[in-house]
């Protein structure tokens, strides 16, 4: 009973975010066919009538599709979300009322959405079907990246939270003279300076390379401050492990990755043969100025994040420890 409970549920949510997240740019697509003027016809079947305004099968399946529904709870999702079809052709007939197509900022987010999706259905087309990573990428991988896998460090750390203002010289100075965690948690009570307790557990798979050797070159009990914002850590390296993973343990994230990083090389070798034939003015200096030094920069696209070989295991923060790469070492 739980079973069918927790699936329905799944799926109310699942057309209910549909419904609702769909919206605005539903509003703005559509308002847009009104505001390159002319009434665009809409091919197929007709389930139902708004004000004269067909929503059609095809309209229909086009939601289904976006919102991934299994096939055995079709039936009942399409009537959920053919009454979200009628509200947004309710509320964009208001807003073609309101002239709300007209804004022009509204004109402007039209123009990008189109734009993007040209854009990527180029993309899609022009690379076509990229070949899934062999079983000798995918070997070759693991073995270039021990610090991944076959020689994966875990990090065990114990935590204390304070607030960024009760960090001062005084206590700079008790973290100093502590051989441990546990005598900066008996300063901070003797000082009235209130603080949680935290722990955390993360490999090598998980950081950033530079903050894994960091981290591999301290001792156990090693103590050091990371400030984030309005709070800040006190941390004491409590323990580290060899954590290795197996190939086969491996393959699955590493054929993710490779089949990622070949999209990517495909696309940015399709935008480099286009950039070469094409002829591109930088009418503002500026511009031109910052689009070099990004181009030189190589930001043009971001880099994938290596794999991760394991899930992370469970802690009680989760903010990753990667994005603390300006570890503030004591």
């Known amino acids: ?25 539903v509003l703005l697509v559509a308002v847009g066919l009104s505001a390159c003027g002319g009434k665009e016809k809409r091919v197929g079947q007709a389930l139902a009538s708004v004000n004269g305004e067909e929503i059609t099968v095809l309209q229909l399946n086009d939601e289904l599709q976006h919102a991934n529904v299994p096939a055995v709870q079709q039936e009942t999702a399409s009537k959920q979300l053919l009454e979200s079809l009628i509200d947004r052709q309710l509320l964009q007939n208001e807003a073609v009322k309101d002239k709300i197509d007209r804004d022009p900022k509204v004109v402007q987010a039209i123009e990008r959405a189109k734009a993007l999706i040209i854009a990527q259905a180029y993309m899609q087309k022009r690379i076509g079907a990229i070949a899934k990573p062999t079983a ?59 603080f949680g307790r935290m722990q955390l557990s993360r490999t090598s798979a998980d950081l950033a390379p530079e903050l894994s050797a960091k981290l591999a070159s301290m001792p156990a009990g090693q103590l050091f401050i990371v400030r984030e914002g309005e709070r800040t850590l006190l941390i004491s390296l409590a323990d580290i492990k060899d954590s290795p993973v197996v190939l086969a ?28 034939s094409a002829k591109i003015e930088y009418l503002n200096k500026t511009e031109k100025s910052a689009s070099a030094s990004a181009s030189a920069a190589g930001v043009s696209v971001p880099v994938p994040a290596p794999p991760v070989a394991a899930p992370p295991a469970p802690s009680a923060d989760n903010g990753e420890v990667n994005a603390r790469a300006g570890l503030g070492l004591k």
């Open 249 to 276: 343990q491996a393959t699955p994230q590493i054929e993710q990755f490779l089949f990622n990083k070949k999209n990517k090389d495909a696309a940015q070798a399709e935008l480099k043969r286009l950039r070469a």
């Open 136 to 194: 000798a990428e995918v070997e070759e991988y693991f073995n270039k990246n021990p610090q991944y896998f076959s020689q994966r460090k875990q990090f065990d750390m114990r935590q204390l939270l304070i607030a960024t203002a009760d960090m001062n010289d005084d206590l700079k100075a008790a973290m100093d003279r502590a051989k441990s965690l546990e005598e900066v948690a008996a300063w901070l009570d003797a000082h009235h300076v209130k």
């Open 1 to 25: 009973m739980n079973h069918f409970h927790n699936s329905g549920l799944t799926l109310r949510r699942s057309v209910a975010n549909t419904r609702w997240s769909g919206v605005a740019l």
